[in-house]
């Protein structure tokens, strides 16, 4: 099965600098990855996703990578507010069937005023 | 409102005890989703239901069965509660037969088993 791998665990960075999330998957055959963030105490909420034949995505502040030779896709948000700070989830999905979304194991992100 | 809601939003009970967890969407998605958040933030499938059906069914002990009365609803019922349970239990739901891809979550149950 998919096996995603999410780094950092935590990631703590100065309000204005820009934050970077990295994920590896597994299964060559996962052709969606979406990205969602979930604040303390709250539900998760997707922020952006990319699909496998695109290989980056922007919504204003944030934007999403892939690279699907080597099998790994980052978040990059930048200028980074107070209100970005969560835990963010990478996830990806493969392509067979029905398909099962497997998350990343999270990043805490805190932004320092 | 259109969501994804879950019932009760906290549930307190001893070991050994049997409850229930109540999901209805309202978004007309045709799959739903349990998944697990353990106390380290990890979140896991634990099963996945299209059209009433059961599609996915993870690694997960014969005490918990789900149940889908229909496409709204998916139900988790859990007997003889162990202290390993206590986490927070998310009901997703997504509209995979349209192409969409974004699973909406409820706002989570969290179970303490003391």
């Known amino acids: 099965g998919e096996n995603v791998e999410q780094h950092p665990s935590t990631l703590s960075v100065q309000e204005g600098d820009s934050a970077v999330i990295k994920c590896t998957y597994s299964?060559?055959?996962?052709?969606?990855f979406p990205w969602y963030k979930q604040e303390l105490g709250k539900r998760p909420q997707l922020i952006i996703d990319i699909r496998s034949n695109v290989g980056e995505k922007k919504d204003q502040r944030i934007a999403v990578t892939l690279n699907k030779t080597a099998k790994h896709f980052s978040l990059h948000i930048t200028e980074t507010q107070p209100e970005d700070s969560a835990v963010y989830f990478c996830?990806?999905?493969?392509?067979?069937?029905?398909?099962?979304?497997?998350f990343g194991t999270g990043t805490k992100l805190q932004v320092i005023p | 409102d259109t969501a994804v809601s879950q019932t009760p939003k906290y549930l307190v009970t001893q070991m050994g005890n049997d409850k229930s967890i109540k999901c209805e969407q309202n978004l007309g998605h045709d799959t739903m989703y349990w998944y697990k958040q353990d106390s380290k933030k990890f979140l896991k499938i634990m099963f996945s239901y299209n059209n009433k059906e059961l599609i996915i069914n993870e690694t997960v002990p014969n005490r918990f069965s789900p149940k889908s009365p229909d496409k709204a609803h998916l139900n988790l019922h859990i007997n003889s509660l162990e202290l390993g349970d206590s986490a927070v239990y998310f009901c997703?739901?997504?509209?995979?037969?349209?192409?969409?891809?974004?699973?909406?979550f409820g706002p989570g149950t969290r179970l303490t088993v003391t």
């Open positions: 996830a990806a999905r493969s392509s067979g069937g029905y398909q099962k979304v497997t």
């Open positions: 997703a739901s997504s509209l995979t037969s349209g192409g969409a891809d974004e699973q909406y």
């Open positions: 299964d060559s055959a996962s052709n969606y």
